[in-house]
């Protein structure tokens, strides 16, 4: 008896074929990749994006990099968002300007020294990539150039395969899910395992990533608040802030379709992830 599969599946399952020859393809071509994913901006027991100061500054330094373009199009407060990151890259000893300022920006990404995309709602953030006709320059000035990238939260979920495992809430409708691709696998950032002793008995963060795997194909990596992903070429290792705060667990889930999940803890090697 043969077995029946939807066409819209049959198709959602052709687009995932085709993105992924696609990103091999490219990642074929492509400079030596520098990524800096972050989990979050912000984190218990720290300043806004101190416990990401020392990964940052060495991530920037290590590129040679004095100015920094900045994204906010993740929130609507363009000006304010780009002086609380500016800030803190200003007293690492970086410039920041905003990309909402450029008269052109496909030309700012495209002579951009790093792009940073910070966090805030990922459809949105998506949606304005698009608009914009960003997502096809961005992702030709970090894989083939060699350009630095720095995520965090929604600008985290941008720079994997899709934005279907982001947290937050759809209010806008961009023209895809897939997005940057800068890997060939998904990030749920702000990841939480279920509390033991819990109360909550609506669906778990592990339950809604098995969700996705119910249709989808890809790997999940669960990030954990003050985690990060730094990839260099092809090597991927999982970060975390430095001195860390007792008794929180900095560390990471992965989940594949079909498995069991597993914990990953800070220094971990992943570069296999970027094989997939």
Request: aromatic letters at 8%.
């Given at each position: 008896m043969r077995h029946f599969v939807p066409t819209a599946l049959k198709r959602q399952r052709q687009r995932q074929t085709v993105q992924k020859q696609a990103f091999i393809s490219t990642v074929g071509r492509m400079g030596k990749r520098q990524l800096l994913l972050m989990s979050s901006s912000a984190v218990h027991g720290f300043g806004y994006l101190e416990h990401a100061e020392s990964d940052l500054t060495s991530f920037l330094k290590h590129n040679s990099v004095q100015e920094v373009l900045f994204v906010p199009y993740a929130l609507t407060d363009h000006d304010g968002y780009t002086e609380r990151v500016g800030s803190v890259l200003r007293k690492l000893g970086f410039g920041c300007t905003g990309i909402h300022t450029a008269p052109d920006p496909v030309r700012a990404v495209q002579t951009a020294q790093a792009i940073y995309i910070g966090g805030g709602n990922t459809f949105l953030l998506l949606d304005t990539l698009y608009r914009r006709q960003l997502v096809g320059p961005i992702r030709e000035r970090v894989l083939q150039h060699g350009v630095p990238y720095v995520g965090s939260s929604a600008g985290t979920n941008v720079a994997t395969r899709t934005i279907q495992t982001t947290n937050d809430m759809p209010i806008v409708q961009p023209a895809s899910f897939e997005a940057l691709a800068l890997v060939p696998f998904n990030i749920n950032p702000h990841y939480l395992d279920p509390e033991p002793n819990g109360t909550h008995?609506?669906?778990?963060?592990?339950?809604?990533?098995?969700?996705?795997?119910?249709?989808?194909?890809?790997?999940?990596?669960?990030?954990?608040?003050?985690?990060?992903?730094?990839?260099?070429?092809?090597?991927?290792?999982?970060?975390?802030p430095q001195p860390a705060v007792p008794g929180t667990p900095y560390d990471a889930r992965l989940f594949r379709k079909g498995e069991q999940s597993v914990l990953y803890k800070v220094g971990s090697d992943l570069s296999f992830l970027l094989r997939e």
């Amino acid at each position: 008896m043969r077995h029946f599969v939807p066409t819209a599946l049959k198709r959602q399952r052709q687009r995932q074929t085709v993105q992924k020859q696609a990103f091999i393809s490219t990642v074929g071509r492509m400079g030596k990749r520098q990524l800096l994913l972050m989990s979050s901006s912000a984190v218990h027991g720290f300043g806004y994006l101190e416990h990401a100061e020392s990964d940052l500054t060495s991530f920037l330094k290590h590129n040679s990099v004095q100015e920094v373009l900045f994204v906010p199009y993740a929130l609507t407060d363009h000006d304010g968002y780009t002086e609380r990151v500016g800030s803190v890259l200003r007293k690492l000893g970086f410039g920041c300007t905003g990309i909402h300022t450029a008269p052109d920006p496909v030309r700012a990404v495209q002579t951009a020294q790093a792009i940073y995309i910070g966090g805030g709602n990922t459809f949105l953030l998506l949606d304005t990539l698009y608009r914009r006709q960003l997502v096809g320059p961005i992702r030709e000035r970090v894989l083939q150039h060699g350009v630095p990238y720095v995520g965090s939260s929604a600008g985290t979920n941008v720079a994997t395969r899709t934005i279907q495992t982001t947290n937050d809430m759809p209010i806008v409708q961009p023209a895809s899910f897939e997005a940057l691709a800068l890997v060939p696998f998904n990030i749920n950032p702000h990841y939480l395992d279920p509390e033991p002793n819990g109360t909550h008995k609506g669906e778990t963060r592990p339950e809604r990533i098995n969700q996705f795997h119910e249709l989808n194909e890809a790997p999940v990596l669960g990030l954990a608040e003050g985690t990060a992903l730094f990839v260099d070429g092809d090597r991927a290792t999982l970060v975390g802030p430095q001195p860390a705060v007792p008794g929180t667990p900095y560390d990471a889930r992965l989940f594949r379709k079909g498995e069991q999940s597993v914990l990953y803890k800070v220094g971990s090697d992943l570069s296999f992830l970027l094989r997939e």
